[in-house]
């Protein structure tokens, strides 16, 4: 496993004193004490080579952390980032103050170790200024622009995998492409214009957890440019590079609570820091259109296709994510660690992992499955991190569709077992109707939000009023067979509960 090295570990830290706490800023950097981690690279001279797009807590923990520990070891220094928001200026108004920098603090079992980031180097609200992200995106030395704009941003229809332009921002963007609205608006308007000064196009990296994300943003990117130019299109899908990559590493939202907590502890006030889990996975298609990031040397992994190890990570973690987050939120649960502390729900999806999916798996050159499938284990049952189920079941009808809809196909095709996938389906169509097994509420923050729920309050234990929904869930209600189990699994939780429904399909006894 490629992994980002944050340097020492601490289990225990004094707190800092109220008055000893500073905020964060390139003149504070030298007033921190031995616990906290800062560069020691000149950030006035990093080339801003690398755009990207929609910068998260995944992205500031993740992709970032690799280009900052390119410049920290010297490796280079042409590769510094700018972000780009369009829809927040929150993320601007936390990190302008404090000169881009930020806190990323990485929790394990053993204890924590803090680094602060200095490799971003300029952040922009698209909106406040479309020409100055425009001239960024043109100049000749982005090299690279990445995106985390969830699954749902591609805009590609479902069943044909094209881009979808029936969109009031697309259609504005198609009227005034100097003054775009989205990022695809963005991305075909630069290439154009690098196209006619005859520069050599950015490479597009797409870092969003769906099949193929490079062949998706390319989709897109070429879908959107043949609405405006038939010319400008052919230019971007002959001349620019889309690889597809797989990225992995838990990421929880920072709370209030956690920031005050890193101030306290490292005497640095930092309006967003980053919380996240020791495990880092970053793997890359080897095809670059303007040079290649020396990111091989910080840990992580070229290769020709990424396809096997995508498949590794949304089939076994990401989709294991979407069973025990609809299923544990039933059964009453809030976090990810509290759900593996019981034996029936661990047992349920080592499970599901080993029996279900991993038969459909082809093995990733370089990767034990079994001992991924350990480490993953122990980075769901992480306390430190405890990762909040809320985080897991949000835009389901992406997830499940990407996720663990397609193990459930291929195991119905040929005839392999599928119960534990299918537990995995009635727990969200039982969580879709807004209740847990106690009576609480639960909210369903998902894009398809009103029809889902509408449909599955309708069906009951009749999984069909849903199942037609075939955005979603394609052809499985002519499934009839499926249907049936299906239907056996919503009566079966909704009589007994989640746990005995769980213990009686893996035969764990409850506790």
Known sequence: MTQVEIRPLSTTAPSVPSEEIRPLTEQSLGQYG???????????????????????????????LYFDEVAERRISSDWGVVGVGLH????????????????????????????????????????????????????????????????????????????????????????????????????????????????????????????RNGDAARAAVVGFARLRDEVLARWIADRVAFPSSMVDRITPHTSPGERAAVARRYGVDDRWPVITEPFSQWVIEDTFSNGRPPLDEVGVRFVPDVGDYELMKTRLLNASHCALGYLGSLAGLRTLDEVMAEPVFAHYVE?????????????????????????????????????????????????????????????????????????????????????DEHGAALVVDDPLAERLQALARAGGTDPRPVLGLRQVFGDLVDDDGFVAELREALERQQRDGVRAALAASTAVPLR
């Open 34 to 64: 031995d616990q906290l981690v800062v560069p020691t690279y000149d950030r006035s001279a990093l080339t801003p080579a690398v755009v990207h797009f929609s910068v998260g807590g995944f992205h500031r923990s993740h992709q970032l």
């Open 88 to 211: 927040s200026r929150t993320m601007k108004d936390a990190l302008a103050p404090q000169d881009h920098l930020y806190t990323v603090v990485e929790r394990s079992p053993d204890g924590e170790r803090a680094r602060v980031v200095g490799v971003m180097i300029d952040y922009h609200f698209a909106p406040d200024d479309p020409a100055r992200v425009l001239d960024l995106l043109t100049d000749e030395r982005t090299r690279m622009v990445s995106l985390t704009i969830t699954g749902s941003g591609y805009r590609l229809c479902p069943s044909r995998g094209t881009f979808d332009a029936d969109d009031v921002d697309i259609r504005a963007d198609l009227r005034c492409p100097d003054r775009p609205r989205t990022v695809f608006g963005y991305l075909v308007e630069a290439l154009d214009r690098r196209r006619r000064a005859g520069l050599p196009p950015f490479t597009v990296v797409s870092c969003d957890n769906m099949h």
């Open 351 to 435: 499970r599901l992992m080993d029996d279900e999916v991993t038969p459909l798996l082809p093995p990733p050159d370089g990767i034990d499955l079994a001992d991924y499938k350990r480490t993953l284990m122990q980075r769901f049952a992480n306390p430190a991190i405890s990762d909040g189920l809320a985080r897991l079941c949000r835009r389901g009808s992406t997830k499940m569709p990407h996720h663990l809809l397609p193990s459930l196909r291929e195991a119905l095709d040929q005839g392999r077992p599928h119960r534990l996938l299918t537990l995995g389906v009635a727990g969200w169509l039982q969580y879709l109707r807004g209740v």
